[in-house]
């Protein structure tokens, strides 16, 4: 056998997988550039594959290769759209990092208010909150060591809580708001000053009303050989859980119309159930009067009454202006 029979057999083995390689891509190529051979071979083999097996309709060479054309960006176009909505909506843990700060936004709030009032605390205190046990002439005593540096702290405390009502009550909307729709943010302003006018009127309604009449069956009930003194400690725990409690239960309004926009709550509904209302008035009445008194409780339990009634009105106010939902 001659030297130049002996072919290289790995070079005989690689020729046609090269001329097959070159083949298909000039294939591609053709039908990437849309070529006259190409169009050719469309109009040839392909419309008799069309005409054979229905090829025209998406068995084709050609109407594959369009196939795969026209799917490539509305997938990407999925993908992008799938980004922007991750983008907008938060995640359970950045929702409670914003529960986070606006948690310390509100503590910010409450202590800069209580460091505010302990400049003033002894005005507070003589002419604010002892006001009603010096008109009724209760005996107040202090029974233990360092116990009236704690009381004025407390009341500090107290005092900023409600002080900052407003700031905490702006804090609560800033996390709920991004969860509403843009015109239900247009509220924002008009929410937060009724949610405060509330509960500082409740407060204040403790504090004229409430606390006097509850003093004053105190003071006369009882007989005159028993002589009352009173530990202060248990004085200004009485008044204060007085008054945030009324500044609670006074936010019924509020809550009746976030729940009528809601869709939670309706005047049909609170009209059906206003009996066994009243129970619950009269319990929560009960629950947030600091005495036992029935004097306290009854003055508790008269305004939950009419605060149930205006709660159905604004129920039927939101419901009117509630209409269909926009985006």
Known sequence: MSTENQENPYERASGPETDGNDASDATRDEHARGDGSGDARSDG???ARGDGSGGSDGSGGSDGSDDG???GPAVDGKKRGGK????????FLDHLEELRWRVIYSLIGIVVAAVGLWFVIEPLMEHVLLRPAIEYKMNLQNLRPFGQVLLFMQVAIFGGIIISIPNTIYQIWKFIAPGLYPHERRYASAVIIFTSFCFLTGVAFAYFFVLPAALKFFVAFGTPSIANVISVDYYFE???T???GAG???????LSFFLSRLGMLSPKIMRRYWRHAMIVSAFVAALISPGPDPVSMLMMAIPLVFLYEVSIWISKLSQKRRGPRRA
């Open 45 to 47: 083999s392909g419309d």
């Open 69 to 71: 054309t026209d799917h």
């Open 84 to 91: 922007k909505d991750e983008a907008k909506e938060m995640s």
């Open 238 to 240: 009485f008044i204060l």
């Open 242 to 244: 007085m008054m945030l």
């Open 248 to 254: 609670l239960v006074f936010e019924l309004p509020m």
